[in-house]
């Protein structure tokens, strides 16, 4: 069992709730144009994005949301799509690559939910040097992200979460916030 209380799925998916989303909109400047969640699971982001008035796409290398959204590898997905903007709750394991991967291929910003732990490390601080990290936003509550597909129901969160937005054309430090 992990520090979440949640077994880790296969995939690294992970079921963000609503109001994550909604605080980041609310938190954030507008987005314009296209928005992409190229990682999307079942659907949670795009659905808020929609909700908000945002034109957004789905994608995710299975699919989870029974024909909804576009079944693509999200290198795939963005050498397709041209979006303004990402914003996504990618697998932990491959975060780095996809921040990267993400930023070649918009022009606005690149949103995406991580562990709060994704500051950490020798390593990935000298790699924040080389990108546009604009701002962190800290949730002041603990998510509970459960395995997506699992049935397991949300409780209380035990791990620290917050959205990295990284914005082209961003020099200097990031700015850091609560959500």
């Known amino acids: 069992m992990r520090a979440s209380g949640y077994e880790r799925h296969a995939d690294d998916w992970y079921i963000e709730p609503a109001w994550a989303v909604d605080a980041l909109l609310q938190a954030e400047r507008p987005f314009d144009g296209l928005v992409s969640d190229p990682c999307c699971g079942g659907g949670n982001i795009p659905d808020r994005l929609e909700a908000h008035g945002i ?7 299975v699919d989870r949301a029974g024909g909804k959204y576009v079944v693509a590898d999200f290198q795939a997905v963005l050498s397709i799509v041209a979006p303004a903007s990402i914003v996504s709750n990618p697998p932990y394991g491959v975060a780095q690559t996809f921040v990267e991967e993400a930023l070649r291929q918009t022009t606005d910003r690149v949103a ?6 994704f500051l950490e ?59």
């Open 55 to 61: 034109k957004a796409i789905g994608s995710d290398r």
């Open 112 to 117: 995406v939910l991580l562990r709060l732990a």
């Open 121 to 179: 490390g020798v390593a990935r601080g000298e790699w924040f040097k080389t990108v546009p990290l604009a701002r962190v936003w800290v949730s002041s509550r603990r998510m509970s992200m459960p395995p997506g597909g699992s049935g397991v129901k949300a409780k209380n969160g035990t791990v620290a979460f917050a959205w990295f937005v990284f914005e082209h054309g961003h020099t200097g430090a990031p700015a850091v916030g609560w959500i």
